[in-house]
């Protein structure tokens, strides 16, 4: 019996070596194929670009699940056929083994992975009880995350998560990747249009069209993410030495950053103030980190400067230095004075020995100080526009802290209205929610000429992502949806090792997306992203 229970575990050890290696390579490609093919891809330019990648992400990662059970299938066959091979009985002891292989992957699932599959959970009986069940299962009254995009989110993250690897790989071909699209979108803005995209769009709408993503809130979404990226790959190719890759993820960043800005989206800033801010939190070991957040303060200053030049040089008729609230700060005179200070700091901090970690403790706590002092100022200023009667003291700037119907491009209206339509909900509504994608729905059956007098349209979404899985899954699918996604950012945050920064990387990346979220739309053009990077947070490497 002893020696029949090594055999099977010499053998099951074979054939579990094998079935992983596959997998993997498989899951690899799928990967290399969402980061440089998927954001490009389209049947007709801008137009269906939100079916297109809808379509391609279902089908790419259908091949693959169908691929996983093909596969898992072969190599069950293998073990079998080798089992008989070896005169090994299904009576026998070792049969448990198999079983016993499946217990530890059961063990192993992570807080992340119970959130997913409770988020999943909520979404089937949050369709079940909607009104309306069929437009919630395929998503098709919004932006087609319905049900059925859901699930194969969860089967790309799974796939992702157990099987991915070469992860510095796929982050230097993601900065890559998005330095190209930035300057195709930079592109765009100088009116340059290089793959004639812009042409078919109507002279009027032109502006709110850039790169491969189309619109401007899509593309600046997706500028931060690629934004992320750049940053820490910089930050870690400094430290480990690697000079090539240092100078490509400075220049990509610049761009990204460029990209940004000319997207004309106040959605940037807001990206660009939370990379600012956490970017420490993930970098800061020693001087020669700091030294680094330093240089990437200066480019994207830098940057600032660029947006004007080429602003004065390449004139778009669509869009002006007045767009958008990045695009006013490059015609501001004082920008000299950030960067000559910036410059003084990285001089001052060259003269330091770079491998000091005695001060790190101290910034770190610092910095956090500074974030909850200014977070309560802003707090405080909010109250006192929006309640406390001093709203001629910030009349500047009114238009930013001011919440109206017209605030944020009628923002403000679609808010008000999702939540008192909450509000309304009966104890089930609110626990599970009305249907995925069912926003849309509601609001013009109950308040259709309400919205077109004040927004002159009927919007479908909310234009907060928060608001809107609360409206659409609940309380329920909001904490396990949140969960998902701030569970894989605090394992990430507790990582010391250099050679994880791809985990802190996604971090930042998918916090950085919730923080946009706030004022943006959840699509399949953006989300298969913040699954990918999730995924990487919950992946083999660096367990704790």
């Known amino acids: 019996m002893s020696n029949k229970k090594q055999d099977n575990t010499k053998l099951l050890s074979m054939v579990w070596r094998g079935y992983n ?21 389209t049947t007709n330019q801008y137009f269906h670009l939100l079916r297109d990648r809808y379509q391609f992400f279902w089908i790419a990662t259908c091949m693959v699940t169908v691929s996983f059970f093909l596969i898992t299938g072969w190599y069950l066959f293998r073990y079998l056929k080798e089992r008989k091979y070896l005169g090994l009985r299904f009576g026998d002891e070792s049969v448990a083994y198999p079983w016993k292989y499946f217990c530890q992957w059961i063990n192993r699932l992570s807080i992340t992975d119970i959130f997913l599959f409770s988020f999943l959970f909520v979404l089937v009986v ?8 069929r437009e919630s299962f395929w998503g098709s009254a919004g932006r087609l995350q319905g049900l059925f995009l859901w699930f194969w989110y969860a089967c790309a993250f799974f796939f992702i998560s157990r099987y991915a690897t070469s992860w510095k790989m796929h982050m230097r071909l993601i900065v890559v ?93 807001l ?29 994207a200053i830098t940057g600032f400067g660029f947006v004007y030049i080429i602003t004065s ?14 695009l006013k700060l ?24 770079q491998n000091d970690t005695r001060l790190i403790p101290w910034l770190r706590g610092f910095w956090g100080i500074v974030g909850i002092v200014c977070t ?16 001629e003291w910030y009349q500047p700037y009114k238009q930013w802290l001011y919440f109206s119907d017209s605030w944020g491009t009628y923002r403000g209206c679609c808010w008000r209205l999702g939540i008192e339509h909450f509000r309304n909900f009966n104890w089930i509504n609110k626990l599970f929610g009305s249907g995925l994608e069912t926003y849309g729905i509601i609001v013009k059956q109950a308040n259709y000429q309400e919205m077109v007098d004040i927004c002159g349209q009927i919007y479908d979404s909310p234009h907060n ?37 791809e985990q802190k990387a996604a971090a930042l990346t998918v916090l950085i997306y919730v923080g946009i979220s706030i004022v943006n739309i959840s699509v399949p053009i953006v989300t298969p992203y913040t699954i990918l990077m999730t995924a990487c947070l919950n992946g083999r490497r660096c367990e704790l």
């Open 177 to 269: 990747m998005g330095m190209g699209l930035s300057i195709w979108g930079v592109l765009d803005y100088m009116n340059l249009d290089p793959f004639h995209w812009l042409v078919a769009v109507k002279e009027g709408q032109r502006g709110m069209f850039m790169s491969s993503f189309g619109n401007i809130n899509t593309y600046t979404a997706m500028m931060g993410i690629y934004m992320a990226i750049s940053a820490m790959l910089f930050s870690r190719s400094v430290k480990c030495g690697e000079r090539l890759w240092a100078a490509i993820a400075l220049i990509a960043f610049f761009f990204n950053v460029i990209a940004s800005i000319t997207g004309q989206s106040d959605n940037a800033a």
């Open 465 to 501: 992502e928060p608001l809107q899985y609360l409206f659409t899954t609940g309380i329920s699918g909001f904490i396990c949806y949140y969960g998902f996604l701030f569970s894989g950012i605090l394992k990430a945050l507790r990582i010391k090792e250099m050679d994880c920064f």
């Open 376 to 391: 309560l100022i802003i707090m405080i200023v909010l109250w006192d526009v929006n309640h406390g009667g001093n709203r």
């Open 271 to 299: 990206g660009m103030m939370i990379l600012f801010y956490f970017l420490p939190f993930f970098i800061w070991n020693d001087g020669r980190d700091i030294m680094s957040y330093l240089i990437l303060i200066e480019t």
């Open 330 to 353: 490059c015609k501001q005179n004082l920008l000299w004075i950030p960067f000559f200070v910036v410059g003084i700091l990285i001089f001052i901090v060259s003269r330091h020995r």
């Open 126 to 133: 949050s369709t079940m009880l909607s009104q309306w069940p």
């Open 21 to 41: 290696n596959k997998l993997s390579q498989i899951i690899n490609r799928y990967i290399i194929v969402l980061i440089s093919i998927f954001p490009i891809w």
């Open 313 to 326: 040089l390449f004139p778009n008729p669509y869009i002006g230095l007045e767009s958008g609230l990045l």
